[in-house]
């Protein structure tokens, strides 16, 4: 299975962001992560930084909304430029609405639980995402420990989803902790921290795979 490796912005230099997006051309995805100061206890980036960054890359971008009330900003940010669109299963009280409001726009849909969500909750979606990000921290900031209980919940999403499904984890990811959730069956790896801080970036990317 070939792993997707979707390096976190948030740990870049948001003054030179083509630079620093240019500098993980050896990974698949660009991550950006949207945080609203309310899901979330801070704030980040949104829709002119996602417009902006897609006239400098034709990488894929996936766009990661810690945010409430998704339903009100996806084809916004759609239109910015968004490929992939991951909102959180604790932001919305209607999960379905959100997929086809995302799926309908044209992009791919995926869907995220924090740590103390239980995965059950996911398993009516499965076969309606693209996508799903298990949160290996709680969402809000870079450079956290990774919590491996959280990793556990992806070999019974694994069992429970069909083959296509992309199982992507986020937080405190550095080569061991990408070794134990690509053993649990992630194929996707999210990691800021980790890619931005090494003095070789391409061998920090390398090493997730
Ligand atoms: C956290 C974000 C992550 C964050 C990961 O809320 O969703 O994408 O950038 O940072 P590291 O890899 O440093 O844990
Ligand atoms: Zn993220």
Not at 10 to 20: C, V
Request: glycine content about 6%.
């Amino acid at each position: 299975m070939k792993t997707i490796i979707s390096p976190s912005i948030l740990s870049a230099d948001f003054a030179n962001l083509e630079r620093d997006i240019k500098a993980i051309h050896s990974a698949d995805w660009v991550h950006v992560d949207v945080m609203d100061g309310h899901f979330v206890p801070n704030i980040s980036i949104g829709i002119p930084v996602v417009k902006s960054i897609r006239k400098v890359t034709e990488m894929f971008l996936d766009v990661h909304l810690m945010i409430e009330n998704p339903d009100k900003y996806v084809n916004r940010f759609i239109d910015a430029g968004a490929d992939l669109v991951t909102f959180h299963y604790e932001a919305t009280e209607d999960v379905e609405f959100v997929i086809n409001l995302i799926r309908q726009k044209g992009a791919k849909v995926g869907i995220s639980i924090k740590p103390k969500t239980s995965p059950e909750v996911l398993y009516p979606y499965l076969d309606k995402v693209d996508m799903v990000l298990v949160m290996t921290v709680e969402p809000g900031f870079g450079g956290q420990s990774f919590m491996r209980d959280c990793a556990e919940k992806i070999p019974a999403l694994r069992q429970n989803a069909p083959e296509s499904l992309i199982i992507q984890v986020d937080g405190g990811i550095n080569a061991q902790t990408a070794k134990i959730c690509r053993d649990l069956g992630a194929n996707s790896l999210v990691a800021g921290s980790y890619i931005y801080g090494s003095e070789d970036i391409d061998k920090a990317i390398a090493s997730l795979r």
